[in-house]
């Protein structure tokens, strides 16, 4: 079970070098910036834009922020990587729908979701609304397609075989269709999220009051490079832990899978 | 009245569509098992033998030709066949347990149902390995569950495509005295499909030869061997002859073979 045990010697180590990697990353760009090797107005040293989070942290703005974003993305996300799991699984296993929408969907999956936010604003005001439509608009569509391609690559004996065994419909997609596909879905899951939290960031830089997208934007309006790398490492901070979070769950739901 | 579990096969011919014609795989295909036989298929790969059980069990229509099991026509799948696939086909994401009743019935009842998993896991050898998953169990043990599911059905006809060709030499022997076992006690119609010579002869009653381009049946070699089935016999050893003789011609080609 325990993956560090089971790891060799030479992954260890290299393991160990990535975290190094970027500990001397952050150690060269500090004394870089105390020696002024580089501009710190467009550099922020890592200790101003550590005091920067102190400050952020310690009025409580940054948690606001944080928690607006958050919410846009999960609703958004959640309804968009949904209904892409069940419109693919419906649609590659209803082949003349599938072949009856195929054109429409060939039309609008490669419009740029940012590009419709200004039409969803039209449609759906400046408030939530829009950005949860916009996210919803991007998690939709790897979700959806990783769906399709899952169900293609289910395995033909097993279907075979639950049909060799007269079960229902139904009960093929139970115990067939839908654990082989799992995987398939994770990984239009794991897409899905990065999106979406890109989504959200461009989103709230172009129309809104609150999150981390307006507190980057707002905070270059002010001159406030640290604040704005603030920003931007509590989004890498937050998609990096959601992302180990679907793996974990990905691993749990997916026991039979080894290689996850 | 025809008997409940006899299968006869009539007339069959399979032609698969090709870019350049048509593939002839099978040709007028004739075999009755009576019901409760042991009949064995021989031939080489790619002579029908799989195409000829998927027939049987409904999977496939045939170009031509009728299969009657009982004497009814098969028209599709049906419970009272049970076909064991050339490869195990287990689900990567069901215990042994789950993967064997997933060849109950439909509408079984539960205790029942969990009685006789258990039976059959201690018939196929595997008491102790219920809760493990396919990817941790070894090719035979792979196997033997994939027949237990099969037996879970309580099939009359047992259709087996090459179902020890991927295990060793003694699992094969010991899988094939179990067959024999399971046979005898509830006397399913069998039909087995091999390339192995060997265990056409042991297990048969029948050995059916096939030879390919297209498929079609070359002799049908009736066996009766003394009751232990011995294959060091010298019956079984003139059995082994004949049918080499069938396929190879001269039996001076045949001693390159021993
Ligand atoms: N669905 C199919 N479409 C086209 N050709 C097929 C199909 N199924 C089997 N064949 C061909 O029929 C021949 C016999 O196949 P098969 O029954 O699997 O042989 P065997 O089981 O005796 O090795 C092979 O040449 C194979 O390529
Ligand atoms: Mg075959």
């Known amino acids: 079970m325990n993956k560090w045990q089971q790891m060799s010697v030479k992954y260890k180590v290299l393991s160990v070098c990535s975290v190094l990697l970027v500990l001397l990353i952050v150690l060269y760009w500090q004394v870089g910036a105390e020696r002024g090797w580089f501009n710190t107005i467009l550099l922020s040293s890592p200790s101003d834009i550590y005091k920067s989070f102190q400050n952020l942290w310690g009025s409580g703005s940054l948690q606001k922020h944080i928690l607006v974003s958050f919410k846009r993305v999960m609703i958004g996300y959640l309804s968009g990587a949904g209904l892409g799991v069940l419109v693919g699984f419906i649609l590659s296993t209803m082949h003349s729908l599938d072949r009856?929408?195929?054109?429409?969907?060939?039309?609008?999956?490669?419009?740029?979701?940012?590009?419709?936010?200004?039409?969803?604003?039209?449609?759906?005001?400046?408030?939530e609304a829009s950005k949860i439509v916009v996210i919803?608009?991007?998690?939709?569509?790897?979700?959806?397609?990783?769906?399709?391609?899952?169900?293609?690559?289910?395995?033909?004996?097993?279907?075979?075989?639950?049909?060799a065994l007269q079960k229902s419909r139904i009960n093929k997609m139970f115990t067939v269709l839908l654990p082989s596909t799992l995987p398939y879905i994770f990984a239009g899951l794991r897409l899905a999220i990065s999106r979406?939290?890109?989504?959200?960031?461009?989103?709230?830089?172009l129309a809104a009051s609150s999150g981390i997208g307006f507190l980057i934007e707002y905070s270059r309006d002010m001159s406030q490079t640290a604040s704005m790398f603030v920003g931007v490492i509590t989004i890498a901070i937050i998609g990096c832990a959601v992302d180990m979070l679907l793996r974990f769950i990905q691993s749990r739901v997916c026991y039979w899978h080894t290689e996850v | 009245m025809a008997v409940e579990n006899e299968v006869n096969i009539r007339h069959i011919r399979q032609d698969f569509p090709m870019p350049s014609g048509k593939l002839e795989v099978l040709k007028d295909i004739n075999i009755d098992l009576k019901g409760g036989e042991f009949v064995s298929i021989v031939g080489e790969s790619g002579c029908g033998k799989s195409t000829l059980l998927r027939i049987i069990a409904g999977l496939d229509r045939p170009t031509d030709?009728?299969?009657?099991?009982?004497?009814?026509?098969?028209?599709?799948?049906?419970?009272?066949?049970?076909?064991?696939?050339?490869?195990?086909?287990?689900?990567?994401?069901?215990?042994?347990?789950?993967?064997?009743?997933?060849?109950?019935?439909?509408?079984?009842?539960?205790?029942?149902?969990?009685?006789?998993?258990k039976t059959l896991i201690e018939t196929v050898g595997l008491k102790g390995f219920e809760k493990a998953?396919?990817?941790?169990?070894?090719?035979?043990?792979?196997?033997?569950?994939?027949?237990?599911?099969?037996?879970?059905?309580?099939?009359?006809?047992?259709?087996?495509?090459?179902?020890?060709?991927?295990?060793?030499?003694?699992?094969?022997?010991?899988?094939?005295?179990?067959?024999?076992?399971i046979w005898g006690r509830e006397k399913i119609?069998?039909?087995?499909?091999?390339?192995?010579?060997?265990?056409?002869?042991?297990?048969?009653?029948?050995?059916?030869?096939?030879?390919?381009?297209?498929?079609?049946?070359?002799?049908?070699?009736?066996i009766e061997l003394p009751e232990d089935h011995s294959r060091t016999s010298d019956e079984f050893d003139s059995y082994r002859r004949e049918i080499f003789k069938g396929f190879f011609g001269s039996d001076k080609r045949m001693s390159e073979f021993f």
């Open chain 2, 65 to 117: 030709g009728e299969v009657l099991i009982g004497g009814e026509r098969v028209a599709g799948v049906s419970s009272k066949v049970g076909i064991l696939f050339q490869e195990s086909r287990l689900l990567p994401w069901y215990s042994t347990e789950r993967n064997i009743a997933y060849g109950l019935p439909k509408g079984m009842d539960k205790k029942e149902g969990r009685e006789r998993v």
């Open chain 2, 189 to 222: 119609t069998t039909l087995l499909v091999t390339h192995d010579i060997d265990e056409a002869i042991y297990l048969g009653e029948r050995v059916v030869m096939m030879s390919p381009k297209p498929g079609v049946i070359k002799r049908v070699i009736p």
């Open chain 1, 196 to 205: 979406a939290w890109g989504g959200v960031v461009v989103a709230e830089m």
């Open chain 1, 136 to 163: 919803a608009f991007m998690s939709f569509w790897p979700t959806f397609l990783n769906t399709e391609e899952g169900v293609r690559q289910a395995d033909k004996n097993l279907l075979e075989l639950a049909d």
């Open chain 2, 133 to 181: 998953l396919p990817s941790q169990l070894s090719g035979g043990m792979q196997k033997r569950v994939a027949i237990a599911r099969t037996l879970a059905g309580r099939p009359k006809v047992l259709l087996l495509d090459e179902p020890f060709a991927a295990l060793d030499a003694f699992t094969k022997m010991n899988m094939q005295e179990e067959i024999l076992r």
């Open chain 1, 100 to 127: 009856l929408l195929s054109f429409l969907m060939g039309i609008i999956r490669p419009i740029p979701a940012l590009a419709l936010f200004p039409l969803f604003i039209l449609w759906f005001g400046i408030g």
